[in-house]
């Protein structure tokens, strides 16, 4: 593993793949949508323009919590709008400081007007962990003699 630790080296890891939904889908087909494909959230898009996001937290804050019904609320009415993204080369420090700031846990990445994907809090974890892993594995290496210094 190469220790290129930008947001797009974790797209490149986890899939370029977006899931979305649109504006008017009924909130109970997103989350089945979301059950389907083992995400927390999903990108709104219509006509390729990124509108929202809408999360588990959404819905649970925004509909189990007021009494609606997940089948007669468009996602529209629940989406979070207010959306943070970064670029693919925005480093995976920094995205997780944009969203423990920003307390957000998706984070659309955007190149030039294009979402080209989606990454987590938990896949950018898991990078870091990796990554430090590489890095302990190295220095011990070093420490014992395996690289010449």
Do not use: C
């Amino acid at each position: 593993m190469e220790l290129m630790d930008d947001v797009e080296s974790v797209l490149d890891r986890k899939g370029h793949q977006v899931w979305f939904v649109g504006p008017d889908t009924t909130v109970f087909d997103a989350i089945r949508w979301m059950a389907v494909k083992n995400v927390g959230a999903l990108l709104v898009m219509e006509g390729g323009e990124l509108l929202g996001l809408i999360s588990e937290r959404d819905y649970t804050r925004k509909v189990i919590l007021k009494d609606r019904s997940s089948k007669d609320t468009r996602v529209r009415e629940i989406m979070t709008t207010d959306l943070v993204v970064v670029q693919p080369d925005t480093s995976v420090e920094d995205a997780m400081r944009i969203m423990t700031k920003n307390r957000v846990r998706h984070l659309p990445i955007v190149d030039r007007g294009h979402v080209v994907g989606l990454v987590s809090i938990g896949d950018l974890v898991e990078r870091t962990i990796a990554t430090q892993r590489i890095v302990m594995e190295q220095l011990e290496g070093y420490i014992v003699g395996r690289y010449p210094g």
